[in-house]
C-alpha cells in the first residue's frame, strides 16, 4: 500500500527563493496538470512564448506546488454528500495496483490511494482515510458490487446508506478516464510512490477543469470556466497580476 499526503490542510504556496515569477510558475503547472503533456512539451510552449525554462525546472515546480494547488482547490468547493467508490488496476514497472478513487455526486475528487489489494483491508484503510482527509460523512455511499466495500462500511461507517449496484456507479468509473488517457500519454505508470504522488495533484487540478460541458449552454459553459479560472489565481497567488507567461 501506498500513502499519500492528506488532501487537506497545506499552507499558502511560498515562492520565495524562485527567480521566475509566479505567473511562469503557476501557468506549467497548470499546463502538465491540465493536459497530456511531458515536461518536454511543456519546456516547448513556453518557448514559444519567449520564456526560457528546463524541463527539469518545471518538474520540480510540480512536485513542488501541484499538491498545494490541488489541495486548495478541494477545500474551496463544498463537497457533496453522496460519495462514488470505485477502484480499477494499474499496472506499475509490470506489476498490478490497484487505484482506489472516490468522487461526490458533482464530479469532485475527493481522494485516490494505489493499494496493492482490493480486500477488506485495503477497502476499510481507504473508508477511513476518505472520513480523516474530508472531515466528513457521507448521506450516501455508492460502490459496485465488491464485496470488500460491504464489509469495510459495516466497520467504518455503518450509519451511512451503502448502495451498491453496477450500474449506479458510472459517476466514479467515468472519473478513471483522465487517469487512463495520462497513463497511456506518460507510457504507462513506473513506482507506486510516483502514481501516486501525480494522481493526488492530478485528481485535484484536472476536474476543476473539466465541468460537465455536456450539461452546459456554450455560454453558461464559459461563464462557468471563467469562474474557475479566477479561483485558480485566488489558489496560485497570481490574481491581480499581469499575465507574464
Known amino acids: 500500500m501506498v500513502e499519500g499526503e492528506s488532501s487537506v490542510g497545506s499552507a499558502s504556496p511560498s515562492y520565495r527563493g524562485h527567480r521566475y ?12 496538470f491540465r493536459f497530456p503533456l511531458s515536461f518536454r512539451e511543456v519546456e516547448e510552449l513556453m518557448l514559444e512564448r519567449g520564456v526560457i525554462v528546463s524541463c527539469g525546472t518545471i518538474r520540480r515546480w510540480c512536485l513542488k506546488f501541484g499538491q498545494q494547488y490541488a489541495n486548495s482547490l478541494r477545500r474551496r468547493p463544498r463537497l457533496g454528500d453522496k460519495w462514488h467508490l470505485d477502484e480499477v488496476f494499474v499496472k506499475i514497472n509490470g506489476g498490478q495496483k490497484y487505484l482506489w478513487r472516490a468522487v461526490d455526486q458533482d464530479g469532485m475528487v475527493l481522494d485516490i490511494l494505489v493499494q496493492n489489494r482490493r480486500d477488506k483491508t485495503a477497502a476499510r484503510r481507504f473508508f477511513r482515510r476518505l472520513v480523516k482527509t474530508t472531515r466528513t460523512v457521507p448521506r450516501v455511499v455508492v460502490t459496485d458490487r465488491l464485496r470488500s466495500y460491504g464489509a469495510a462500511h459495516r466497520e467504518v461507517m455503518p450509519s451511512v446508506e451503502h448502495r451498491s449496484h453496477k450500474g ?4 466514479a468509473e467515468n472519473s478513471h478516464q483522465p487517469t487512463r488517457q495520462r497513463e497511456r500519454a506518460m507510457k504507462g505508470f513506473r513506482s507506486a510512490g510516483g502514481v501516486q504522488r501525480f494522481l493526488s495533484a492530478f485528481s485535484g487540478i484536472s476536474p476543476h477543469f473539466r465541468p460537465r460541458r455536456h450539461l452546459m449552454t456554450a455560454p453558461d459553459y464559459r461563464t462557468e470556466m471563467q469562474h474557475r479560472f479566477t479561483t485558480w489565481e485566488q489558489v496560485t497567488g497570481t490574481a491581480g497580476l499581469s499575465t507574464t507567461a
Open 168 to 171: 449506479l456507479n458510472n459517476r
Open 21 to 32: 515569477p509566479v505567473e511562469v510558475i503557476s501557468h506549467c503547472v497548470w499546463l502538465y
